[in-house]
């Protein structure tokens, strides 16, 4: 479990189901519509799921483009695209007049599964990933015909986008890192990498005995346990296949993260955050254990190829803020960044 351990927890952001009404659940009266469109990915014969989220109306979808790269243990439709009451993460974007589209990696949710000879070494890398998300905006940015969109990337999607943005600043308007994976502060240079498997399988129980150790002594942030392990760990498990064939039932999850993860322990992080130019914003929970406020701050001065730069620490907030309760300050910020001129 170290893959799921260290690093890449965006997984939990499904769980919103149990804190109550999005901030615009007054809008749901307003249509969204939502589609699953299937490109081809960087590996031949392999197809890539776009999820795509956009108000309904007489006008075209808005050219305000938002793109989610999604964290490395779930795919999108048990995360930015599950829905509270009726509405998402990817709804909430969509009902502030956002054309909102999200990627499942190869090996999750609607794209292909990795074939045999696919698997030269562990699979998911965040550079793979992030060629996977090029391959999503070409394809959004020919369909739509505008030059930009905006990327979130979410824990792990962090990575994926950051080595995008920084490839190609040309086709990025805004960047948010949420929760994201930074520098460590003392690397561990001549840490030898140990062996990893191909594959990781995950249970629900497993995630929330994770979730259970990130809170402060005391503390609350509105995780409900029964829910989690039986409503949300039921959608979980619908994500894989062939999740229900295993005893005990669970999600298959390449592991590729992990040889990221023994990188950035040993000073190799996966891009350079002083290629970034575009705007960004750097948003995170006040008890998050992957993007610390140390770590935030290091991640932040390193982004010195950008003038516009922001930090932002929600209060009360775990890795997985926006599944709690601070989760509509979350919403609010990323509207208010997005929106900026």
């Known amino acids: ?25 007054a809008a749901q ?18 197809r890539l799921g776009l999820h795509h989220y956009f108000r309904k109306s007489a006008r075209p979808p808005s050219r305000q483009i938002v793109l989610f790269a999604e964290g490395s243990a779930v795919p999108t439709a048990g995360n930015a695209g599950f829905k509270i009451d009726g509405v998402s993460w990817m709804d909430n974007l969509a009902l502030s007049g956002f054309d909102v589209w999200s990627l499942d990696y190869l090996g999750y949710g609607e794209s292909s599964r990795y074939r045999e000879a696919d698997l030269q070494s562990p699979p998911g890398r965040a550079r793979d990933c992030a060629s996977q998300l090029a391959s999503a905006v070409k394809f959004i940015l020919a369909k739509r015909g505008v030059a930009r969109l905006s990327i979130i990337g979410d824990s792990f999607g962090s990575l994926v986008a950051g080595i995008y943005a920084s ?26 990498l140990s062996s990893v498997s191909q594959f990781e399988f995950v249970t629900p129980d497993d995630l929330w005995q994770l979730y259970s150790s990130w809170l402060p002594k005391g503390e609350h942030a509105g995780v ?9 760990g039921s959608k979980y498990l619908d994500t894989d296949p062939t999740s229900r ?3 005990p039932p669970s999600v298959m999850v390449p592991t590729g993260p992990d040889l990221d993860t023994a990188d950035i322990q040993r000073d190799q992080f996966p891009y350079n955050p002083g290629l970034i ?22 991640l932040f001065d390193l982004l010195t190829g950008t003038r516009d730069k922001r930090r932002i620490v929600i209060g009360k907030g775990t890795h997985v803020l926006q599944l709690e309760s601070t989760r509509h300050i979350l919403y609010r910020e990323v509207v208010n960044f997005l929106r900026l001129e």
């Open 1 to 25: 479990m170290r893959y799921i351990r260290h690093l890449f927890f965006a997984v939990f952001s499904l769980l919103l189901a149990f804190i109550g009404a999005s901030s615009v659940g």
């Open 29 to 46: 009266n307003v249509r969204i519509t939502s589609e699953i469109i299937r490109i081809d990915s960087p590996i031949p014969g392999l």
């Open 167 to 192: 490839r190609s600043p040309q086709s990025v308007d805004k960047l948010i890192l949420f929760a994201p994976v930074t520098p460590v502060a003392e690397p561990k240079r001549n840490q030898p």
């Open 224 to 232: 409900d346990r029964n829910f989690f392990l039986n409503t949300w």
């Open 245 to 247: 064939q295993r005893k």
């Open 277 to 298: 130019t575009k705007p960004t914003l750097i948003i995170f929970g006040e008890w998050d254990v992957v993007a610390t406020e140390e770590g935030g701050k290091r």
